[in-house]
């Protein structure tokens, strides 16, 4: 069985979204919504980590060996400007985007295995992934704008 190897990529997806959340606020405070909500989504993240504790001490965690091919690495810096900010959403949307196809990967195995916990866990924190990524979007649409067209 290797539900132990996704839940350890997803354990591991959801603490960079959280990493990536935080960096992306503390570098464009300058925008109110930003800096709060990012905030917000990255204690998300952290609570989705706390649900799945009792999910990977049942199963494990093991460490994915692959070579960088399925991880992302959180945010380190960000970029200054309107553009900046966009490309960072932009990075961040990409994370969560991996954090989303992994909660349904192991949603399926969850089904498989007719593990009502593990499926309580996916229904509680899917949903708000989902949510991350609508805001994520949203927020882009909205920074393209000023960011592409108007002159720095």
Avoid at 108 to 130: F, K
Wanted: glycine content about 4%; aromatic content about 6%; hydrophobic content about 40%.
């Amino acid at each position: 069985m290797n539900v132990d190897l996704y839940l350890g990529l997803l354990r591991n997806a959801e603490r960079t979204l959280a990493t990536s959340f935080r960096q992306v606020a503390d570098g464009h405070g300058d925008e109110p919504d930003v800096y709060n909500l990012c905030h917000t989504l990255a204690e998300q993240c952290d609570d989705h980590v706390s649900q799945l504790h009792p999910i990977v001490e049942r199963y494990g965690a093991r460490p994915d060996s692959e070579p960088e091919r399925f991880h992302a690495d959180a945010l380190t810096e960000t970029r200054s400007g309107p553009v900046g900010l966009l490309r960072d959403l932009q990075d961040v949307f990409l994370l969560a985007s991996l954090v989303d196809i992994t909660w349904t990967v192991v949603k399926q195995a969850a089904l498989a295995l007719r593990d009502e916990e593990l499926l309580a866990v996916v229904g509680s924190c899917e949903p708000e992934t989902q949510v991350q990524l609508s805001w994520l979007k949203t927020r882009m649409k909205q920074a393209a704008p000023q960011a592409l067209i108007v002159a720095s």
